[in-house]
């Protein structure tokens, strides 16, 4: 094996670097996500510098570490308010400041607030539309707060 070779494999296989600092991110934010911890803390946690972090894991992972810990709150949020759980209560549980900041998180990854959500869209109006796009026909569906859902109808 050649230097190369071997840079090449200290990065990209399960037992490399990279593989290794992201895979730690993912499961700081996966354990940790009531905290909210910052771009900083988490390049702290695996002895990167926030904008290393940052480019790695968007590398690895395809979204930024950011967008991953608001998924994984997101997720959470939702199997709270499928189980009933107040919003109040549900934006605490998630680590969120108040319901406003669950609010946001909602609009802006669902389209809808975690109200309707948690009524499962009773009333809310979703106006949806087949496009031409680069991918083939796209059906797109939106409400008032913006892009409810994107899917692909060519077979």
Do not use: C
């Not at 690895?60 to 949020?77: C, E, I």
Request: charged share 25%.
């Amino acid at each position: 094996m050649n230097a190369q070779t071997a840079i090449l494999e200290k990065d990209i296989t399960p037992e490399g670097g990279d593989y290794e600092i992201v895979r730690h991110a993912i499961e700081k934010i996966s354990l940790d996500y009531r905290d909210q911890p910052s771009l900083e803390v988490l390049a702290e946690e695996v002895g990167e510098t926030p904008t290393g972090l940052q480019k790695l894991f968007t590398r690895w992972a395809g979204l930024s570490p950011k967008a991953f810990l608001q998924a994984v709150t997101l997720d959470h949020a939702r199997k709270l308010l499928d189980s009933g759980m107040p919003l109040l209560e549900a934006s605490f549980e998630v680590g969120m400041s108040g319901p406003g900041r669950l609010h946001d998180l909602f609009v802006t990854h669902e389209a809808m607030s975690p109200g309707d959500y948690k009524t499962r869209g009773a009333g809310l109006t979703i106006r949806y539309g087949y496009h031409i796009s680069p991918f083939g026909i796209a059906l797109i569906m939106v409400t008032d707060r913006g892009l409810a859902g994107l899917a692909f109808s060519d077979a």
